[in-house]
Each structure stands twice: as structure tokens, then as C-alpha cells.
């Protein structure tokens, strides 16, 4: 995270990192508000500071598909991808082929990208609602239907979602993240069954 934290700060996590034997590093900005007076680095130079830093390992940026201007969106990614980044996670994924779309356009712009949408099952209205609230954008009906009619439809969505983001190519990994800070027992193996449907080990 790079919100607020000086190159010599990032300099010293990314030795720490080195000497900890870590392979894979996801560089963003952050949603917290900066201490005033700190110059941060744009997050492509800490890219290229953490390949340096880290030789051989898989180091990624983030890529927000419900940006107003996606085309601004993709212009940003690209000065990532020339300093080094080798894969690109993006926001949770509803929508099949709005990502692969996406997806097909990054893999114009850099062949050799892997792609790793993050998915997320939402098991209620209200979690719904509140993901909706926070990336700032507004569902697919469809999706909210399926909600609507309970968590075996939900959870059958979530499934769908990930076999179709693995079938359509926009999927080299997956980065999933849950509703619920501590979610409840079974959400783990449910989230693992989906996985393995999808063929992603």
C-alpha cells in the first residue's frame, strides 16, 4: 500500500519482503486518507522498485473496470505494465462479459499479462446494496434477482460467476474476497467447491 508512505518506507517493506522469501506482491494505492506533507511515489515506480527489488516474482496492479472513463482506466494500466507489472487484479466481478471485454483489451496492450478478477459471493440484499455503495456502481438486475431469491441462488451465481470468467479467458486466477470480515463456518468449502468447478486448482 502506497498511500501516504515515503520511498525510503517502501524501499525498507520491499527489502523485508526480499529477505522473506515473498514471490508474489500486489502494489496499490489505498482507500485510507494520507498523513499530510508525505509525497508518495505514483504507484508504476514502486512497480518498477519492487521487480527490482524482487527478482523473478509475480508482481501486479489493480484495475478498477467500473471507472467512468475506462479508456482513461486502461491508459493508466499501461505505464504498470512497462515498469513490470505481470498481472493485473481487478474489482469484484458481476458481470461476465463486461470483464471479458476488458480482459481482451489488456491482452492487446500486453500480450503476456495474466488476468486475476476478484469474485466475491454476496449471499443477501444488504451485502449487495453495500458493495454497490462502495465501488460506486449499480448491479446487473439479473444479478440482484438471483440474490433476491435466496443463498442456494446465490451461491449458484457465484459458481456461474467464476466458470464463465474462467470460460470466456478472463481468468488466469482468481482473488476472492468475502462480504464479511470473518465470514460464518462452510463459507470457505463452498467458496472451494466453486474453485474447483471452475477447474482452477
Known sequence: VTRGRTRPELAADLERAAAGGITQLLCILGDHAPAPGV?????????????????GAAV????????????AALRN???????GASYVQTQPAFDVPALAAV?????ELAPAVRIVPMVM?????????????????????AVHARIAAGPE????LFD????????????????????????????????LEALGKSGIS
Do not use: C, H
Open 121 to 141: 459471493p454476496l449471499l443477501d440484499g444488504e451485502a449487495a446494496a453495500k458493495i454497490e455503495a462502495r465501488l460506486g456502481v449499480a448491479l446487473p438486475p
Open 77 to 83: 494500466l499501461i505505464p504498470k505494465l512497462e515498469a
Open 60 to 71: 501486479g496492479a489493480t484495475f478498477n473496470q467500473y471507472a467512468r472513463d475506462r479508456e
Open 103 to 107: 480482459a481482451a483489451v489488456m491482452r
Open 153 to 156: 441462488a446465490s451461491w449458484q
Open 39 to 55: 509525497a508518495s511515489p505514483p504507484i508504476r515506480e514502486v512497480v518498477q522498485m519492487a521487480v527490482a527489488a524482487l527478482p
Open 160 to 191: 456461474e460467476t467464476v466458470a464463465g470468467l474462467v470460460a470466456a479467458g478472463a481468468a488466469d486466477g482468481l482473488a476472492v474476497m468475502t462480504f464479511e470480515t470473518d465470514p460464518p463456518p462452510g463459507v470457505g468449502a463452498r467458496i
